[in-house]
């Protein structure tokens, strides 16, 4: 895969040279073949509908980065903390689905589920150990805890921990919102408006709770 020109925008926002570096290394070494044609979710059940259907787990990607540039402005971080969230969300899903899915594309073999950054992590502290720059420790960590309070039953993380790291909050935050199901969201914003008109947008059935 062509990480550079698939993600051409995203990597542009990476100035720094040993991060660049490191991410190319990470897609090289590590892509799986489901990558580009994969959905972000096989069930649908917790990402929009851009990041679901063939390509949608590049999209989710590109959308995930997209929330944390913003959430790193608002935050106030700076650049070096800015690259570092941006390689991360870059990477943070690559192996999403483990190592390969299964042979109709709709398992993972190896179903990590909410792991699958503890296992993805793991294999890239053993990819650099004994040379791992700062940076790429925190790249490497922001993908480990990518899924917040979900990365695994067992963790002991608490939402005041990740207070501590932006670099793994920002992470967390910007795969978060961008998995949300903002499509319906907005449906239901649209048709629960007083000036929207009856039978516009959604007509037939009701749309789903707002809150639920």
């Known amino acids: 895969m062509d990480a550079a020109t698939i993600f051409k925008d995203e990597f542009a926002l990476i100035t720094d040279l040993a991060i660049q570096k490191f991410v190319s290394q990470v897609f090289d070494f590590f892509t799986p073949n489901y990558f580009e044609s994969a959905p972000a979710s096989i069930t649908g059940k917790h990402h929009p509908q851009i990041s679901l259907g063939q390509g949608g787990l590049v999209r989710h990607t590109k959308l995930a980065v997209w929330w944390g540039v913003k959430l790193s402005k608002v935050w106030g971080l700076s650049q070096n903390d800015l690259e570092v969230i941006v390689a991360a969300?870059?990477?943070?899903?690559?192996?999403?689905?483990?190592?390969?899915?299964?042979?109709?594309g709709t398992k993972s073999i190896d179903n990590p589920n909410a792991?699958?950054?503890l296992i993805f992590s793991k294999k890239l502290f053993e990819y650099v150990i004994g040379h791992m720059s700062l940076n790429e420790w925190k790249i490497v960590d922001a993908i480990r805890y990518?899924?917040?309070r979900w990365t695994a039953p067992e963790s002991k993380d608490t939402p005041e921990q990740f207070l501590h790291s932006p670099t793994r909050l920002i992470v967390h935050l910007a795969d978060y919102v961008a998995a949300q199901k903002?499509?319906?969201?907005?449906?239901?914003?649209?048709?629960?408006?007083?000036?929207?008109?009856?039978?516009?947008?959604?007509?037939?059935s009701p749309p789903p709770s707002l809150y639920s």
């Open 89 to 104: 969300l870059l990477l943070h899903d690559l192996q999403k689905f483990g190592p390969t899915l299964s042979s109709d």
């Open 115 to 117: 792991t699958h950054g």
């Open 146 to 148: 990518h899924m917040g």
């Open 182 to 204: 903002i499509d319906e969201a907005l449906l239901t914003i649209a048709t629960s408006s007083p000036s929207s008109k009856a039978g516009e947008a959604g007509a037939g």
